[in-house]
């Protein structure tokens, strides 16, 4: 099964279909108690899909609705399913169309009629990051800045921004920048200020914690021209969720000019994580910063 461990939940809806030939003598049968019979086929068998397939993940679905379009002696059911999830419903609602098709050949199998059940596809698939990377502009330059007083001293690796680097390379942003500084706040900001220039996105690691030396959002903090509150609360929000003490960091994220400007933990979990929680989706800014409405 695959390791959705690191994915967040969005709204996602599938609907899936299928059709079946009904020979002329069996259209009568089918009557509203017929469909009834279908639709609870399928909404069992969408609510046990994670048990029947191996690499479904189970969900708390929300909605299935079943509808049916009998045109000549063509049957078409769909089934939409509804669910705030991981990975997408396509799976789910196919079972659901596939099952509703076998029920209604079940139920008229009686009579020595022929019934050809054709196969089934998904007619829509949606989520909030369904084919995302469509949603904002290429050739994104970053720049990539370790605070840290050990690792600018040679006492310790660095792993927290090569990790950043790794995620944003998933990205298809390019890394044009990165370097290794003290925790000495005008230096933070002389940088933030200059590389901001130059870059489309501006990422620290480290110096958000509460030691008397984390100085990064003091020195960040008063240079931004604009705050975007929302980006940190899904960083600790996710962060949260996987260990207790991500409510102590004191991540940033705010713009200078249109820079986007993050400080991330200095852990490598940390940083790793703080990432998972808003890419690629946080690169939809530089749409709304290049002007562009919201789809």
Avoid at 53 to 82: F, G
Avoid at 118 to 137: D, E, N, Q, T, Y
């Amino acid at each position: 099964m695959k390791d959705i461990s690191n994915e967040i939940k969005t709204a996602c809806i599938s609907t899936a279909e299928i059709t079946v030939e009904l020979h002329q003598d069996l259209i009568p049968l089918y009557t509203k108690l017929v469909f009834a019979q279908l639709q609870v086929a399928a909404q069992l068998a969408v609510k046990n899909a994670a048990s029947i397939l191996s690499e479904v993940h189970p969900s708390l679905i929300e909605s299935i609705e079943v509808t049916d379009e009998l045109n000549s002696e063509v049957l078409k059911i769909s089934v939409t399913v509804k669910a705030t999830h991981k990975t997408n419903l396509d799976a789910e609602a196919m079972l659901g169309a596939s099952v509703a098709a076998i029920s209604l050949q079940k139920t008229l199998s009686s009579v020595e009629k022929e019934i050809n059940i054709g196969g089934v596809k998904i007619v829509k698939s949606k989520s909030a990051l369904h084919g995302f990377k469509r949603m904002f502009p290429s050739q994104l330059k970053a720049a990539v800045i370790v605070c840290s007083d050990t690792i600018s001293e040679g006492k310790k690796e660095d792993k927290a921004g090569k990790a950043i680097i790794e995620k944003l390379k998933e990205s298809s942003v390019e890394i044009a920048h990165y370097e290794v500084i003290p925790d000495e706040k005008d230096l933070i900001a002389e940088r933030a200020l200059t590389l901001s220039k130059t870059n489309n996105l501006l990422i620290y690691t480290g110096g958000t914690g509460l030691s008397f030396r984390d100085v990064t959002p003091e020195a960040l903090i008063p240079i931004l021209d604009r705050n975007i509150p929302g980006i940190e609360e899904a960083i600790r929000s996710y962060g949260q969720e996987r260990m207790p003490f991500a409510m102590l960091s004191r991540s940033v994220a705010g713009t200078i000019g249109n820079c986007l400007v993050l400080a991330l933990p200095g852990s490598t979990n940390g940083a790793r994580e703080s990432m998972d929680a808003i890419f690629p989706h946080v690169l939809h800014v530089f749409k709304i910063l290049r002007g562009q409405s919201h789809d």
